[in-house]
């Protein structure tokens, strides 16, 4: 089963009073030995293959775990009626790529996920048969990704991925996609929530967007080479509809951003967030790059966009300083750490990026450098993404499960160091349908508190998301929360508050 179908059951069963964990699962092997290792009886997984679907509970007493299992079947039988009544009977859905190219001869995209293992042969088959791919999967090998690009290349396909959680073509969304006005600006970028932070600023602010073509996050490293972001960067070019282009990267290898841009045809101009390099690619060796802006913020990057399109230059920075000031003087002089707990891994990212010039060492899962790994030490700065492997195997993504995220955040504010959490909430379609709605609760019960941490929340969407961006942005400031206007703001102004210096809420983070 699709695997945004699974997210959904397992999110069915997690939401049952009593269960203590649950998941919807294939049986692959990796699967198999995990459940294994959770205390799963390994009689009960006898016969079970990859072709298999587990629904699997641990809850305190056995009527919890049957009820929960109920729901989660009723919820799969639901999404299969669902199905159903819009045409696609059961007897006619396609099992293969093959049927499904007969049942639909005018696609040209395949979306695939399903699990790593199984992944790329997948989106080989679809490049067999002319198709682009949108590799939602993750957990593909690198060295399959690198195979899978060579040969689209060759063949003037793109694979978008893998991991490619964002994408917006021909007005169609796809994965964790937000819904933003139709306008100029194509984006590539190869990093899913840094594309969803540049859309929904640029929409914010009243640059629409032609198209987002999402590559994967490993696209611009030394190993693949930035296939398919020059795939892209060309795409966009020739689109008559796009008018200037951003390429957006997690820190990438700077030999292969440079490549990337210097070989592009140049007929549009190009705003380049590339995270923690800036202008460096940029000016460093021939030829100069004078038709690039680069930046080393995704904020950075979509005011470069919109002062490049003549538009009205949003003011950001204005009150965020007298806001940490006056968090600053309810906190005790013990409290001195930043806690992050990102879904967006590019969010987290960024905000170390920002940060680590002003606080030092930020210890992280995905940290900045390897002797800043976990376990980190007493009173240490601490930047979570919450959306890696580690934290989603067996669980859903935390932007699809906002409720993954409380224990997180109860356990950072029982920290006596604590100064400031900091949090993301990513809207739109994929996304849970009101994760301010979860989270605001909590998050009051936390500031409320005595000697309590500041929480410092950021909403990434729009006001045509699902969710409703304002609305969320006023559930969470009801809650006692400060809801900065951008991602690069929010991580500023939580450093400002754990660093006892207001100024640095203000600081232009280009």
Request: some cysteine; overall charge negative.
């Given at each position: 089963?699709?695997?945004?179908?699974?997210?959904s059951a397992t999110?069915?069963?997690?939401?049952?009073?009593?269960?203590?964990?649950?998941?919807?699962?294939?049986?692959?092997?990796?699967?198999?030995?995990?459940l294994?290792e959770?205390g799963?009886?390994?009689?009960?997984?006898?016969?079970?293959?990859?072709?298999?679907l587990?629904?699997?509970?641990?809850?305190?007493?056995?009527?919890?775990?049957?009820a929960?299992?109920?729901a989660?079947?009723?919820?799969?039988?639901?999404?299969a009626?669902?199905a159903?009544?819009?045409?696609?009977?059961?007897?006619?859905r396609?099992?293969?790529?093959?049927e499904?190219?007969?049942?639909?001869?005018?696609?040209?995209l395949?979306?695939?996920?399903?699990?790593?293992?199984?992944?790329?042969?997948?989106?080989?088959?679809?490049?067999?048969?002319?198709?682009?791919?949108?590799?939602?999967?993750d957990?593909v090998?690198?060295e399959?990704?690198?195979?899978?690009k060579?040969?689209?290349a060759?063949?003037?396909?793109?694979?978008m991925?893998?991991?490619?959680g964002?994408?917006?073509?021909g007005?169609?969304?796809?994965?964790?996609?937000?819904?933003?006005t139709?306008?100029?600006?194509?984006?590539?970028?190869?990093?899913g929530?840094?594309?969803?932070?540049?859309?929904?600023?640029l929409?914010?602010?009243g640059?629409?967007?032609?198209?987002?073509?999402?590559?994967?996050?490993?696209?611009?490293?030394?190993?693949?080479?930035?296939?398919?972001?020059?795939?892209?960067?060309?795409?966009?070019?020739?689109?008559?509809?796009?008018?200037?282009?951003?390429?957006?990267?997690?820190?990438?290898?700077p030999?292969?951003?440079?490549s990337?841009?210097v070989?592009r045809?140049?007929?549009?101009p190009?705003?380049?967030?590339?995270?923690?390099l800036?202008?460096?690619?940029v000016?460093?060796?021939?030829?100069p790059?004078?038709?690039?802006?680069a930046?080393?913020s995704?904020?950075?990057?979509a005011?470069?966009?919109?002062r490049?399109?003549?538009?009205p230059?949003?003011q950001?920075?204005?009150?965020?300083?007298a806001?940490a000031?006056?968090?600053?003087?309810s906190?005790?002089g013990y409290?001195?750490?930043?806690?992050?707990?990102f879904?967006g891994?590019t969010?987290?990212?960024?905000?170390?990026?920002?940060?680590?010039?002003?606080?030092?060492?930020?210890h992280?899962?995905?940290p900045?450098?390897?002797?800043?790994?976990?376990?980190?030490?007493?009173?240490?700065?601490v930047?979570?993404?919450?959306?890696?492997?580690?934290?989603?195997?067996g669980?859903p993504h935390?932007?699809i499960?906002?409720?993954?995220?409380?224990?997180?955040?109860?356990e950072?504010a029982?920290?006596?160091?604590?100064a400031?959490?900091?949090?993301?909430?990513?809207l739109g379609?994929?996304?849970?349908?009101?994760?301010?709605?979860?989270?605001?609760?909590?998050?009051?019960?936390?500031?409320?508190?005595?000697?309590?941490p500041?929480?410092?929340?950021?909403?990434?969407?729009?006001?045509?998301?699902p969710?409703?961006y304002?609305?969320?942005?006023?559930?969470?400031?009801?809650?006692?929360?400060?809801?900065?206007?951008?991602?690069?703001?929010?991580?500023?102004?939580a450093g400002a508050?754990?660093?006892?210096?207001?100024?640095l809420?203000e600081?232009?983070?280009?």
């Amino acid at each position: 089963m699709d695997s945004i179908r699974l997210m959904s059951a397992t999110r069915r069963m997690q939401d049952a009073s009593g269960v203590e964990w649950a998941a919807a699962v294939m049986a692959t092997p990796a699967i198999l030995e995990e459940l294994a290792e959770r205390g799963f009886a390994p009689g009960d997984l006898d016969g079970a293959s990859a072709d298999d679907l587990l629904l699997v509970v641990e809850a305190h007493t056995d009527g919890v775990a049957r009820a929960a299992l109920t729901a989660a079947e009723e919820a799969l039988d639901a999404e299969a009626a669902a199905a159903a009544s819009s045409g696609w009977a059961a007897e006619r859905r396609p099992r293969t790529l093959r049927e499904a190219l007969t049942a639909l001869p005018g696609a040209n995209l395949a979306l695939i996920s399903v699990p790593g293992p199984y992944a790329a042969l997948e989106a080989s088959k679809a490049l067999s048969a002319g198709l682009h791919v949108l590799l939602f999967s993750d957990n593909v090998p690198l060295e399959a990704e690198v195979e899978l690009k060579a040969r689209a290349a060759k063949l003037g396909l793109l694979v978008m991925g893998p991991g490619a959680g964002t994408a917006l073509l021909g007005r169609t969304g796809l994965g964790f996609a937000n819904v933003v006005t139709r306008g100029r600006v194509g984006i590539v970028a190869a990093a899913g929530t840094g594309a969803q932070e540049v859309m929904c600023l640029l929409d914010r602010w009243g640059a629409g967007i032609s198209h987002v073509i999402g590559v994967g996050g490993r696209d611009l490293s030394i190993e693949v080479g930035g296939r398919m972001a020059s795939l892209g960067l060309g795409a966009l070019n020739d689109d008559e509809d796009t008018e200037a282009v951003v390429l957006i990267s997690k820190p990438p290898a700077p030999e292969v951003a440079r490549s990337v841009l210097v070989e592009r045809r140049r007929d549009k101009p190009v705003v380049a967030a590339l995270l923690g390099l800036g202008r460096a690619v940029v000016d460093a060796g021939e030829p100069p790059l004078r038709d690039v802006s680069a930046c080393r913020s995704l904020e950075g990057a979509a005011v470069s966009t919109i002062r490049l399109l003549g538009l009205p230059e949003p003011q950001l920075g204005g009150g965020l300083a007298a806001r940490a000031a006056a968090a600053m003087s309810s906190l005790s002089g013990y409290r001195r750490a930043v806690r992050g707990l990102f879904s967006g891994g590019t969010l987290c990212r960024e905000a170390m990026l920002l940060l680590h010039p002003h606080l030092g060492a930020l210890h992280s899962n995905v940290p900045l450098r390897p002797d800043w790994r976990l376990p980190p030490p007493a009173g240490a700065h601490v930047l979570l993404d919450l959306g890696e492997e580690e934290f989603t195997r067996g669980r859903p993504h935390p932007m699809i499960d906002a409720a993954a995220r409380v224990e997180h955040l109860l356990e950072a504010a029982r920290h006596p160091s604590t100064a400031v959490i900091l949090l993301d909430v990513v809207l739109g379609h994929g996304s849970h349908p009101d994760p301010a709605g979860v989270l605001a609760p909590v998050c009051r019960e936390i500031v409320e508190r005595e000697d309590g941490p500041t929480i410092v929340a950021y909403v990434l969407g729009t006001d045509r998301d699902p969710q409703n961006y304002t609305r969320q942005r006023e559930l969470l400031e009801g809650a006692g929360c400060l809801v900065p206007p951008t991602s690069a703001r929010a991580a500023l102004l939580a450093g400002a508050i754990a660093a006892r210096r207001p100024d640095l809420a203000e600081q232009e983070p280009s």
